[in-house]
């Protein structure tokens, strides 16, 4: 795990860009495509204002980039709060990617509820999955693993290992989470049964203590197997949690204590976010 600080939320979001793009570009000389998800919230969005910004993004291969989302409102497509519609005017539409390359998670009046989105998109993870025995070759990441259709997770993974080994996502290569002053991420809450949540890649969230209350989220083995999570937090307001999270307190209070990363866990804070740290 690791902590770099800030002087203020807009330097944390510049410096994110920054290292975001230096990222996507230090391992697209290794591999492609790359898996990259994003966060909404304001300092999430300024993050992506703050790429769309710089000169450096056009370093970006992003016909080889994917990019998905940790979670969304469930409003319709065209509502100013979904978190999709505020990455497309920040970022995505000025960037030369593939329509194909953009995973949205479904909106309020495509599917019939939260719950049902919540299948789609763990579908949609399903099919860029290394998951990939018994595929079918027609799919355009190579292949589906079968999965459990209630789940979207895979019945048996690479070698026989079971599917609880390694959720039917693809291999992330950055997660970005903002967290809330009551330490949620992603629209994982405290005290919710969604933060208990194993068998599944994607639920939906019915009664978020934050508006709107329909929401659909990926799941804590979604979220940890991805190679980097990246935690982007400022505001006094979240110093509590910060400092909670960072002593790993239980998920069930502090959700943000179960956001890590199978290779790197970085926070990117602010001082005021900072000050609970113990020196």
């Known amino acids: 795990m690791e902590i770099v600080v800030h002087p203020d939320a807009t330097a944390v979001a510049d410096a994110t860009a920054a290292r975001l793009l230096v990222r996507l570009i230090d391992l697209q000389s290794v591999r492609s495509p790359l898996h990259v998800v994003v966060t909404g919230g304001s300092l999430g969005i300024a993050t992506l204002r703050a790429v769309a910004a710089s000169p450096v993004r056009d370093a ?9 989302w940790g979670d969304e ?3 319709p497509a065209d509502s100013p709060d979904r978190n999709e519609r505020q990455a497309r005017e920040a970022l995505l539409d000025g960037l030369p990617i593939p329509a194909a390359n953009v995973h949205a998670m479904p909106a309020e009046g495509a599917v019939p509820d939260e719950d049902a989105a919540a299948v789609a998109y763990a579908h949609e993870l399903a099919r860029f999955s ?6 079918d070759d027609a ?7 079968p999965r459990d259709e209630a789940t979207g997770a895979s019945p048996h993974g690479p070698s026989g290992t079971p599917a609880q ?3 039917a996502v693809p291999e992330f290569d950055v997660l970005l989470l903002g967290m809330g002053p009551d330490g949620h991420v992603a629209s994982l809450f405290p005290g919710h049964a969604t933060v208990h949540v194993e068998g599944r890649t994607v639920v939906g969230e019915h009664d978020s203590p934050k508006p709107p209350p329909r929401r659909v989220s990926l799941t804590y083995p979604a979220i940890r197997a991805a190679r980097e999570v990246w935690l982007v937090v400022a505001g006094e307001e979240k110093a509590d949690a910060v400092a909670k999270a960072l002593s790993r307190a239980p998920v069930d209070q502090v959700p943000a204590a179960g956001a890590v990363g199978t290779e790197r866990t970085l926070w ?3 001082v005021a976010a900072a000050r609970g740290i113990p020196a």
């Open 139 to 145: 799919s355009p990441s190579g292949g589906v693993a």
């Open 60 to 68: 970006v291969d992003w016909s080889g980039v994917h990019v998905w």
């Open 268 to 270: 990117l804070l602010d």
């Open 73 to 75: 409102r469930f409003v």
């Open 165 to 167: 080994a390694r959720p």
């Open 130 to 135: 290394p998951l990939d025995d018994d595929v």
